[in-house]
């Protein structure tokens, strides 16, 4: 059957953003001394090859960025996040669409946790220009500090028994409200709190079945 995979990292965007450029090497010789590690405890679904990790990396770092690049830049985020930031945590989500839960958060009326669900971070392309691919695989979201408060108390105020009362009309399986409340109870919350305590933004990674 197949997996989504959710993971959630504190960062600051603008120190993200900054590697666009920067002709920074540390970053990048800290992200590759990371891969080893990370494989072992089976954290990377995609960053795993040296090589191909250095040579992307570089792209962003030194330029020029490639949009015909047939794998993108999103998968080395899985690899970025635990080098210029810090994880928050992870889950495995059965079965695909988990896209959908747009959707359903907004009809719960938490209209800030839509957003970030639904709104593809642009990394590493500028977000006023235009992205090369709209609905990318991995899709990397981001909320800044300010959404985070905004989500915060979205989480705080939701009823979770509306996940099941309203499952019929939103899942196609009812197993899926069980999954639900487990990401919205017991996980994003935490996740939340965690980049609120340290100041900073919260970067997810939804990869996997697509």
Request: glycine fraction near 10%; proline fraction near 8%.
């Given at each position: 059957?197949?997996?989504?995979?959710?993971?959630?990292f504190?960062?600051?965007?603008?120190?993200?953003?900054?590697?666009?450029?920067?002709?920074?090497?540390?970053p990048?010789?800290m992200?590759?001394?990371?891969?080893?590690?990370l494989?072992t405890?089976?954290?990377?679904?995609?960053?795993?090859?040296?090589?191909e990790?250095?040579?992307a990396?570089?792209?962003?770092?030194?330029?020029?960025?490639?949009p015909?690049r047939?794998?993108?830049?999103g998968?080395?985020?899985?690899l970025?996040?635990?080098?210029?930031g810090?994880?928050?945590?992870?889950?495995?989500?059965?079965?695909?669409?988990?896209?959908r839960?747009e959707?359903?958060?907004?009809?719960?009326d938490?209209?800030?946790s839509?957003?970030?669900?639904?709104?593809p971070?642009?990394?590493p392309?500028?977000?006023?220009?235009?992205h090369?691919?709209?609905?990318?695989w991995?899709?990397p979201?981001?909320?800044?500090?300010?959404?985070?408060?905004?989500?915060?108390?979205?989480l705080?105020?939701?009823?979770?028994?509306?996940?099941?009362?309203?499952?019929?009309?939103?899942?196609?399986?009812?197993?899926d409200?069980?999954?639900?409340e487990?990401?919205l109870?017991?996980?994003l919350?935490g996740?939340?709190?965690?980049?609120?305590a340290q100041?900073?933004?919260?970067?997810?990674?939804?990869?996997?079945?697509?």
């Open positions: 059957m197949a997996e989504q995979y959710v993971s959630a504190a960062i600051d965007d603008a120190a993200v953003f900054g590697l666009v450029g920067s002709d920074d090497d540390v990048v010789r992200a590759l001394a990371k891969i080893r590690d494989s405890a089976d954290r990377l679904l995609r960053a795993t090859d040296p090589g990790v250095e040579t990396l570089r792209e962003i770092v030194t330029g020029p960025l490639d015909g047939s794998s993108g830049y998968w080395l985020l899985e970025i996040g635990p080098t210029l810090s994880p928050l945590g992870h889950v495995v989500l059965p079965g695909r669409g988990w896209d839960l959707g359903a958060f907004r009809s719960w938490l209209a800030a839509a957003d970030l669900w639904a709104r971070w642009p990394f392309w500028s977000p006023a220009g235009p090369p691919d709209p609905d990318p991995p899709f979201m981001f909320a800044s500090p300010d959404e985070l408060d905004r989500i915060h108390d979205e705080a105020a939701f009823d979770t028994d509306r996940i099941h009362t309203d499952a019929d009309d939103l899942f196609p399986d009812e197993d409200a069980e999954e639900v487990w990401l109870a017991d996980n919350p996740w939340v709190s965690g980049a609120r100041g900073l933004g919260m970067l997810l990674i939804r990869d996997g079945g697509r």
